[in-house]
């Protein structure tokens, strides 16, 4: 109570227990666990902005609110405790280091997504369309399927290809797995403080899986970081050429970047990059990269099978664009308007990081009065603040791409899938190239149409939640070929 009193927080008016808090109401199945930090998040917007929870004994301000998060993501760069579970597969990787860490990694990386290097993955990203496509031609009027299984190979060969530079298909699918078994475990520890202490874990019967799923990963990053410095060191190059021609993966730009080995950067001893540093960024960069795409793509693609005239629509704009049979040029996105409303709109609301959490290290008194207090957590909510209808009027919870074309101007941190402020995604520009020509090369060839008896046009994806976001229907549609 004197936490809630000093910060002038309301607090939640959920029972919090002893040791645990307010965490025993995450406990429950990954929906339970999505419909509990929503309803918190809607007792934030009834409360002005800001909830008071506890999660074992630390102390979160849960928000929904665009300002607050504004002055969060802005101020407030380091992650919370609840970030070291990322720790154990990431390591000081960018998305999981601690600020001191992060900064000089963030400064070694953020290169490699400058627009001449992002144009030369263009062309991986269009091959992998195409091959998607063709194997979609077996599926197409054939009944039901699972559009995320056919997305996620696409991601995840595009990301090897372009990220990592070579992998083979059994391997791929053996990390694919390996990452489902991660995020479902982890999940379980990032809401159960006991479970976050090694020594209760060990006793747990996921413990031996949540260590073999790290150590695949670790193994197909491994391998492929080992082939590369060897052939390297037999063809006399590595660290010293420095005309390799474009496109060059991630990797290879990482290995040859002019800033490592500063500080935190990624020169392990004897001036070559450590294999576990090369692997810490990989790792991030595949994970980061993979898994929030195919859920960013595979809710359009089932809410465009929802929205027939919305997926006319946006047929015809790629026919206005680039006509029907002209393979799709990197110069076409930027004029896909329409393509992009309908990917923010999906993004908002069915945004794949549902919650950023901050670490409070200073004091910071908000406008609003309400203080956030040195050493305690903010979860921003960003299912939420998407819906929250302050921001986005009375049918917030209504698909309408029209709120990205027309001129009004929202609060520039009421939209946020990609985050915002110094520690923002970084792949923002790489998600969405890959998703429009994904999209693009779908779109022209099928027609997405619901599952039979799905019902209401406009009905909300019930979810779950485990690190991503996902749909607990397992993003169920039916393809009917244009081309018949
Ligand atoms: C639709 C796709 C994507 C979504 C929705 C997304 C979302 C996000 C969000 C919300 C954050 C900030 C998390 C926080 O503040 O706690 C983030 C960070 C990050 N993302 Fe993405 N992301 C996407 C795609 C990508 C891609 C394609 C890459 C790389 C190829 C990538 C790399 C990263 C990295 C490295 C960070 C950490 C940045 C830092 O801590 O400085 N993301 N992403």
Same mark, same amino acid.
């Not at 053996?174 to 159960?192: D, G, H, K």
């Given at each position: ?10 607090? *939640?008016?959920? =029972?919090?227990?002893? /040791? ?10 990954? $929906? ?54 990322? =720790? ?50 077996? &599926?197409?009027?054939?009944? +039901? ?16 290809? *372009?990220?990592?530079?070579?992998? #083979?298909?059994?391997?791929? *699918? ?25 020594? +209760? ?10 260590? =073999? ?65 090369? =692997? ?5 960069? &595949? ?6 795409? @195919? ?48 990917? #923010?709109?999906?993004?908002? /609301? ?25 050493? @305690?957590?903010?979860?921003?909510? +960003?299912?939420? /603040? ?9 049918? $917030?919870? +209504? ?24 520690? #923002? ?5 790489? &998600?969405?190239? *890959? ?5 693009? @090369? ?43």
């Amino acid at each position: 109570w004197r936490m809630e009193r000093c910060s002038g927080q309301p607090a *939640s008016r959920r =029972r919090a227990l002893p /040791l645990l808090g307010h965490a025993y109401l995450l406990l429950g199945s990954e $929906a339970n666990r999505m419909s509990i930090l929503a309803a918190v998040g809607r007792e934030a917007i009834e409360n002005g902005g800001v909830v008071a929870a506890w999660l074992g004994r630390s102390f979160y301000t849960i928000t929904s609110d665009a300002a607050v998060a504004e002055v969060v993501l802005r101020h407030c760069l380091e992650k919370t405790a609840v970030s070291d579970i990322l =720790r154990h597969l990431c390591g000081n990787g960018t998305v999981s280091a601690p600020v001191t860490i992060w900064r000089s990694r963030r400064k070694l990386i953020t290169p490699m997504f400058s627009t001449r290097h992002l144009r030369g993955f263009f062309s991986t990203f269009s091959r992998k369309s195409a091959e998607m496509s063709d194997r979609l031609r077996l &599926a197409a009027g054939r009944g +039901v399927i699972s559009i995320a299984k056919y997305l996620s190979s696409y991601t995840l060969e595009s990301v090897c290809e *372009s990220i990592l530079g070579e992998s #083979n298909e059994k391997e791929r *699918s053996e990390f694919l797995y390996a990452f489902e078994e991660y995020c479902r475990i982890a999940v379980l520890r990032m809401s159960n403080p006991l479970l976050a202490v090694e020594a +209760v874990f060990k006793l747990h019967p996921a413990y031996t899986s949540y260590y =073999r799923s790290i150590r695949v990963m670790w193994d197909f990053i491994d391998e492929i970081i080992n082939t590369k410095i060897s052939l390297d060191q037999n063809t006399n190059s590595v660290f010293e050429n420095k005309d390799i021609k474009y496109p060059k993966s991630f990797m290879e730009l990482l290995m040859y970047a002019p800033g490592a080995g500063g500080a935190g950067g990624l020169r392990g001893t004897g001036g070559s990059p450590s294999v576990a540093e090369l =692997r810490e960024e990989m790792l991030v960069l &595949a994970l980061a990269g993979g898994d929030t795409s @195919t859920v960013a793509a595979s809710f359009v693609c089932c809410l465009l099978a929802q929205q027939p005239q919305v997926q006319e629509r946006l047929y015809n704009e790629l026919l206005e664009v680039i006509g029907e049979k002209r393979a799709i040029e990197i110069e076409d996105l930027p004029k896909l308007k329409y393509m992009e409303a309908v990917i #923010n709109e999906s993004l908002r /609301l069915y945004p794949p990081v549902p919650n950023m959490l901050r670490k409070v290290l200073k004091d910071i008194t908000l406008p609003s009065g309400v203080k956030l207090m040195e050493g @305690t957590g903010v979860c921003i909510n +960003v299912w939420c /603040l998407h819906r929250n209808p302050h921001y986005w009027g009375p049918d $917030a919870d +209504v698909f309408n791409p029209d709120r990205f074309l027309d001129n009004v101007k929202h609060h520039p941190h009421a939209f946020i899938p990609f985050g915002s402020g110094p520690r #923002n995604c970084i792949g923002y520009r790489y &998600a969405m190239m *890959s998703m429009k020509t994904v999209l693009a @090369t779908l779109l022209r060839s099928y027609k997405f149409l619901p599952p039979p008896s799905s019902g209401d046009t406009n009905k909300t994806f019930s979810v779950k939640f485990d690190i991503m976001l996902r749909d607990l229907g397992g993003f169920k549609l039916q393809l009917e070929s244009r081309s018949t």
